[in-house]
């Protein structure tokens, strides 16, 4: 039982990365109705990103990385989106779909090629701090990461709910010719949630980059893959639900794995996004299709 | 005046011309991952075969059966790592007039492209591919018996963990028992375990206590190193590339598992893990077939390094590939010309079969009837920002 319960501490805890990824796809589909393949891929550059300032300022702490990485991933995500948006036609919804599954492979190859395909010692902060209750443990840096994702999370849902800018987005998500007839400039609003979900991204990746301990272009892929999972659980274009939804499949598929191993634990994440997909296409607060 | 500066042109070209034909080359092509996160494999390599080529023309290159000196001209092509490609650009060398191509860097390519070649030489009733493949790199066990076309120049892993583990035993026999960690996806990495590491140990009287299983680029380690305390086993056994290894060292950091011994895969003797987790990874011994120990060795890094390349027991076989493979085409004679050039590939497959010893950076290798190599190897330990000789077993 206690080992059910740790995989499940485990998992949840280090679904906020999951979730943070999963915030950015659901976003951009929100507000543009588009998927961003590479949001996964650039959260990570942004993460590498962040480790320039080690070059810069030898002996720079844990959170300077983390600052870089998001103010990094901000300018990835301005980027992907002149790159991959501003100057594609949109009606065309496999243009932009295409369009970043190149900017995904675009950013793995310049992260390898950067790199050499050598994995980046990453800091972390309170990574030798273990909170034990017995023999049930919890991890210092993994619960700073959760927290720091779910301040994220309340700052994104703030400035969505709270902001002339939110307003202007959800506004733009609902009603796009509306929004542009009450004089709110489309493309901006456009650029601006490219920017936020890109701010956001690097502050993932650096999160993520904390909670291994170490960064890899091997990790763009499956990161791509938890993140659309998390977005169809969630409910496309819901922030909350892929909050509810990053934790889940993170709490999920480390029970999976404990009970039924590693080999056969992806499989399971699978079922359960085809069991969403089957009797639950709208995820947990997408909205209805026949309803729009 | 326009028709004596045309005469000259043209006379200038053809002369030009005859001394470029007068020069013959052998192109000898390699291929590997040069893109993807295994990159620095292929990138190493082709490095190592350049500088190994530079270093054969600058002695006059290689003597042809007339007597004349040929040239090696070296190619590179990527693989990605990924089958289907390795397979496409096999088939692309084989079209070209490349005399025999040097890799895969990946064993999950090198098993699929074994088996399109010719099984047995001389089968009229297999039309598979007959192209020799001399690998540097992929190291899975017993991968060159699946075709009489595919030679290999890579460490003998079996041998290498059974030294590992006879040594472990006798020279810390209060060491009794074994838990291993596996990357179970990758086709190197799973097999060292299943096939090696884990049979050895048994073989050298370690009790194996179970293993942890994880995926090239799982995230989270928690589960798998909480099953590894658990076990508390005297010596850890980690059959991962680089990354997971470092996400494995780090959660063992973190939950305070301290084996006694540490052991690694021989793929991760590198910087890459050095880079990675060089502060986890401190302590951990590796068997590798290569360390700059030998004059030959510090030669070889240095002409490797000035083609951008690194040293290690992966890149340095490319290097002694190419010097195998110029006395190979010496002693079988052949020709280099391009109307020859199947029966050139068929002299060196021939000559690479004859082969028993072939000198290489730390000693003597042995071939093996199955066309594999017995390497000299030796036993590294992280220290520090890099990897230190722990033992000579040979």
Redesign the interface.
């Known amino acids: 039982m206690l080992d059910i319960l740790q995989a499940i501490s485990d998992g949840v805890l280090f679904g906020a990365t999951y979730a943070l990824i999963g915030i950015g796809f659901t976003l951009v589909f929100g507000v543009m109705h588009k998927l961003n393949l590479s949001y996964a891929a650039a959260s990570v550059g942004g993460a590498y990103a962040g480790l320039l300032i080690l070059k810069v300022l030898v002996g720079a702490a844990p959170w300077q990385v983390f600052l870089c990485a998001f103010a990094a991933g901000g300018v990835i995500g301005y980027l992907v989106y002149l790159l991959c948006f501003h100057f594609i036609p949109l009606a065309n919804p496999l243009a932009t779909l295409m369009s970043t599954v190149g900017m995904l492979l675009l950013i793995d190859e310049i992260i390898v090629h950067t790199t050499e395909g050598m994995p980046q010692n990453y800091p972390a902060m309170f990574d030798d701090v273990m909170l034990r209750a017995g023999e049930f443990t919890l991890r210092g840096d993994l619960l700073l990461v959760f927290a720091i994702s779910v301040l994220a999370m309340i700052l994104l849902l703030a400035l969505l709910y709270r902001t002339k800018l939110g307003l202007a987005t959800r506004a733009v998500s609902q009603q796009p010719v509306a929004a542009q007839l009450c004089g709110i400039r489309v493309g901006g609003v456009n650029a601006a949630t490219f920017i936020v979900t890109g701010l956001l991204g690097g502050l993932a990746g650096a999160m993520i980059g904390a909670s291994v301990g170490t960064l890899s272009p091997l990790l763009t892929t499956p990161l791509t893959v938890k993140g659309l999972i998390v977005t169809v659980i969630g409910g496309l274009g819901s922030i909350p639900g892929a909050i509810v939804a990053g934790l889940l499949v993170g709490g999920f598929e480390n029970v999976l794995q404990l009970w039924r191993g590693v080999t056969e634990r992806d499989l399971y994440v699978m079922l359960l996004l085809f069991a969403f997909l089957v009797f639950r296409p709208e995820g947990f607060f997408g909205r209805k299709a026949a309803t729009d | 005046m326009k028709q004596n500066v045309l005469a000259f042109a043209v006379a200038l070209a053809f002369a030009a011309g005859g001394a470029l034909a007068q020069e013959k080359t052998i192109k000898v092509t390699g291929f590997g991952a040069k ?6 494999f292929g ?1 190493n390599s082709e490095a190592a075969m350049r500088a190994a080529a530079d270093a054969i023309n600058k002695q006059g290159g290689v003597k042809l059966a007339d007597g004349s000196k040929a040239k090696i001209e070296v190619d590179y092509f990527d693989d990605g790592c990924n089958a289907e490609q390795g397979i496409s650009v096999v088939r692309r060398i084989a079209g070209s007039d490349a005399v025999i191509a040097v890799g895969p860097t990946c064993s999950n390519v090198a098993e699929p492209l074994f088996g399109i070649l010719q099984k047995k030489v001389d089968d009229k009733g297999d039309s598979g591919l007959q192209f020799p493949i001399f690998t540097d790199v992929a190291i899975k066990v017993g991968l060159a018996k699946i075709s009489e076309w595919a030679f290999r120049n890579v460490p003998n892993e079996a041998t290498m963990y059974s030294s590992v583990f006879y040594w472990l035993r006798a020279s810390h026999p209060e060491l009794k028992t074994v838990y291993g960690g596996v990357e ?2 990758f086709a190197h990495s799973r097999a060292s375990w299943h096939v090696v590491m884990k049979d050895r140990a048994a073989a050298n009287g370690f009790q194996v206590l179970g293993e942890s ?8 380690f ?3 190193v ?1 099953e590894m305390k658990k076990a508390n086993a005297d010596v850890v056994a980690i059959s991962a590339h ?2 997971s290894l ?2 494995a060292l ?2 063992m950091q ?3 598992v301290k084996p006694k011994v540490l052991v690694g895969l021989t793929s991760s003797s590198s ?2 893990t050095l ?4 502060k986890q990874a401190q302590g951990i011994i590796i068997p590798t077939s290569f360390a700059p120990v030998t004059k030959e060795g510090q030669a070889a890094s240095q002409a490797t390094a000035k083609f951008k390349g690194a040293a290690d027991l992966h890149s340095m076989a490319a290097w002694e590939n190419m010097f195998i493979l110029k006395q190979v085409m010496e002693a079988e004679k052949i020709s280099g010309g391009k109307n020859d050039l199947q029966a050139d590939r068929r002299k060196i497959r021939d000559g690479l079969a004859k082969l028993r010893t072939t000198q290489g950076l730390m000693g003597v290798t042995k071939r093996t009837a199955d066309r594999e190599a017995d390497k000299p190897y030796l036993f590294v330990q992280a220290k520090g920002n890099s990897w230190v000789v722990l033992h000579n077993p040979l």
Do not use: H, I
């Not at chain 2, 880079?275 to 060089?278: A, K, P, R, T, V």
């Open positions: 893109t993807g996160p295994v990159r620095s990138v179970e996806d299983k994880w995926l090239l680029a799982d995230t989270n928690a589960t798998q909480r680089p990354f470092c996400g780090k959660e973190r939950q305070g910087m890459e880079e990675g987790c060089g």
